[in-house]
């Protein structure tokens, strides 16, 4: 038995990886193997990974690009199980050969069916070995932009939402941009829509404006391909209001219908997670990644029941929303430097700013439907409290508190841009922070809550700004840019990050945080990426050992011709060897310690 803070993986830190190692970086002791790998055939009639070949009809029946978000789902017995996967956006100039590139209907193609999502079997010899994927396995789903989900919430049928394939505004195909996410108590997964923006050409509109839709031609072209991303159409003026939703599939069935959730509102949802509250109503959170926007919280109207599954996939339709609004308590103190104020931390209380409620809109001069489609807009007049990206937003399992990734903002405090506060207390934050909440009480659905700053990130050794709540800044492992949460059985909060090649000029990785006594603010790095890739989806199985992470994009800054990652299979051949690519592949990786092999 472990207690609290004690995690039952037992590591030493690795040293800080320079970003030009194209390796996965593990601590003395471990090992790591790819479960899964873009291309990689789902059924049993999928074609085999072929990156000359490449078809939508062939991608749509294997693994998609740029994992994310990631879950491991363990079936009674812990032998076989299902990998849940994000497939985020696609790198076309690493997918194809150069000379491919300008057919642009079929590379648009397949890079629509390599968005989305995917659920893949998993099976193994027994608790603590490694997994192999189970082609063919009965729970298998590939998840693109062709796939019809259900909508749900007061925006159901809405006419913003109405096109013209669908003029009831209920079903829309496909979900993208998906990020990251979140496994519910009730064992479904949801996922955010984030950077939908860039697929789309805009009208001008203001609403489109404040979502980031420009006029511009979208660098994929897709509009081009489909007329849906082209919303200056007839018909197609509402399509880009269809995305940004937080998504909720059920991993164990492959024939149910997924659903998109207009009561959790409308932006670049980085993911949701969700915590059930002392009277059963549950509680989702949810951060909007763009540099001085919002973290938000929906409370549903109905409760929670246990085993009920049917009842609890409904739980998200119908509830409160509300944006968040930080108060410093030494405010005046905050100069931007990252210097801790006069009473020793950031910190401070909040609101949760209602926007939503009962199922009527509380934002003056807009109906539900308007606040749900144009949340931003609604948060806008409500007042919300200005972030610096919100990306993973995750409470802890333990003990309740809120924990709010915020990667970056190198705008804060620049000319016209909002300047420094006691929750971003940092100017032009190239390094992120990362903030502790606790609910008024405790209790989840409090409209109160009171906050300070676990850490502020950075590399101590080339910056003073950073601050570990008070563990000596010189033994941590440097971090920069935290954008996934996870937790392991003890407690311990688990960082990926995304940006630090950049900026501390480490390649991105995976972090312990310990959160309790003396351990607090220590942080000690666990692994990392390969050059160019983004730590992602990180799971920790503590208690077998096991940790799995999604890499995604490595070697983006290189190309087909010019590959700048081998990951994960280095293998370098001729492009035509049997079987073997030199390329980069997205992939899930699982770590676990030496000599534990599958058989
Ligand atoms: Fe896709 Fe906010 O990271
Ligand atoms: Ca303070
Ligand atoms: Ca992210
Ligand atoms: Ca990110």
């Known amino acids: 038995a472990h207690g609290r803070g004690r995690s039952g993986l037992s590591f030493t830190p690795i040293a800080p990886v320079p970003n030009t190692v194209d390796d996965l970086t593990v601590p003395e002791g471990y090992d790591w193997s790819p479960i899964i790998r873009w291309g990689d055939p789902l059924f049993t009639d999928s074609p085999e990974f072929d990156p000359l070949e490449q078809t939508p009809e062939a991608q749509a029946s294997q693994f998609g690009y740029n994992s994310d978000y990631l879950d491991i789902l363990q079936d009674r017995g812990g032998r076989t199980g299902v990998l849940v996967n994000n497939h985020e956006y696609t790198n076309e100039a690493n997918m194809f050969p150069a000379d491919q590139l300008g057919d642009l209907e079929r590379v648009a193609r397949v890079a629509m069916a390599a968005h989305g999502m995917s659920v893949v079997e998993i099976a193994r010899t027994g608790p603590g070995r490694p997994w192999s994927y189970v082609r063919g396995g009965s729970r298998n789903r590939r998840i693109t932009l062709s796939t019809p989900f259900a909508v749900d919430g007061p925006a159901a049928g809405s006419d913003l939402l109405k096109t013209r394939d669908d003029p009831t505004g209920t079903v829309v195909l496909g979900t993208q941009n998906n990020c990251a996410g979140g496994t519910t108590p009730w064992g479904t997964v949801l996922s955010g829509e984030e950077n939908f923006n860039q697929y789309f050409k805009g009208n001008g509109s203001a609403e489109q404006k404040r979502y980031g839709i420009s006029t511009d031609d979208p660098s994929r072209r897709w509009h081009e391909v489909d007329p849906r991303f082209d919303s200056t159409l007839p018909g197609y003026e509402n399509e880009p209001h269809r995305f940004g939703w937080v998504v909720e599939i059920d991993p164990q069935d492959p024939s149910s219908t997924p659903v998109k959730h207009t009561s959790l509102g409308r932006f670049k949802h980085e993911g949701a997670n969700v915590r059930v509250a002392e009277d059963g109503t549950v509680v989702a959170y949810s951060g909007d990644d763009e540099r001085f926007d919002y973290l938000y919280k929906f409370v549903s109207a109905k409760k929670y029941v246990e085993g009920d599954r049917a009842h609890n996939m409904t739980l998200l339709a119908e509830g409160n929303l509300y944006v968040a609004q930080f108060t410093g308590d030494t405010a005046a103190e905050i100069d931007g430097s990252g210097r801790l104020p006069s009473d020793g931390a950031f910190d401070g209380s909040g609101r949760w700013l209602p926007l939503v409620v009962d199922g009527e809109s509380v934002v003056e001069g807009m109906s539900v439907e308007e606040v749900l489609v144009f949340t931003r807009l609604a948060a806008d007049k409500a007042g919300a409290t200005k972030m610096d990206r919100p990306e993973d937003v995750e409470p802890s399992p ?39 909440l606790t609910e008024r009480n405790n209790r989840a659905a409090a409209l109160e809550f009171d906050w300070n700053i676990l850490l502020v990130a950075g590399d101590p050794a080339k910056n003073a700004s950073t601050y570990f709540s008070g563990y000596p800044a010189q033994k941590v492992s440097p971090i920069s840019c935290p954008d996934n949460l996870a937790f392991d059985s003890a407690g311990n909060l688990w960082i990926t990050t995304d940006g630090a090649p950049g900026t501390i000029g480490y390649n991105d990785g995976m972090y312990k945080v310990g959160l309790t006594g003396r351990q607090r603010g220590n942080v000690e790095q666990f692994l990392a990426v390969p050059q160019d890739a983004e730590c992602c989806g990180p799971v920790v199985h503590d208690r077998e050992r096991m940790v799995y992470v999604a890499v995604q994009h490595p070697g983006e800054d290189g190309s087909f011709e010019e590959p700048r990652s081998y990951f994960p299979d280095y293998v370098v051949p001729t492009r035509q060897g049997d079987g073997e690519w030199a390329l980069p592949r997205p992939s899930v990786a699982q770590v676990f310690p030496v000599g534990r092999d599958g058989e």
């Open 398 to 436: 333990l003990t309740g508190k809120l924990y709010v990734a915020l990667t970056n903002n190198t705008q804060r405090g620049t000319a016209g841009k909002a300047g420094p506060d006691e929750a971003n207390p940092r100017t032009q934050n190239r390094d992120g922070h990362v903030i502790e």
